[in-house]
């Protein structure tokens, strides 16, 4: 997972390895105005919005076409150099919610 300075906000950019031992990679910009914009990546068509919840936590919302909802909350770790990420997939009635705490290091 990467996020970078742009000009209209950061790109946030996820790499994934697939089962076959394929590489992945998806970019997105993240305008933190909480406006909708069409994303299609990995498993998802739909739509995402970003908005700032205060000066250092933000918070990315996409919405799947028929699928799931997935939401992140990024924010930075008091005193450190790391960055905690959590994660909740809302599965629609298709099983259980899943959620992942990940605490990643800043370079």
């Given at each position: 997972m990467q996020i970078e300075p742009h000009a209209k906000g950061e790109v946030?950019?996820?790499d994934r390895m697939e089962g076959d031992g394929s590489a992945r990679s998806s970019s997105s910009i993240l305008y933190f105005d909480g406006a909708a914009?069409?994303?299609q990546d990995f498993d998802c068509n739909g739509t995402q919005s970003s908005s700032r919840l205060?000066?250092?936590t933000i918070e990315i919302r996409r919405k799947c076409v028929g699928s799931d909802e997935i939401w992140l909350i990024r924010q930075?770790?008091?005193a450190s150099k790391e960055l905690l990420i959590d994660m909740t997939e809302d599965r629609r009635g298709?099983?259980?919610n899943r959620e992942w705490h990940v605490v990643l290091d800043r370079m």
């Open positions: 946030f950019t996820m914009r069409d994303v205060d000066d250092h930075p770790v008091k298709t099983g259980p």
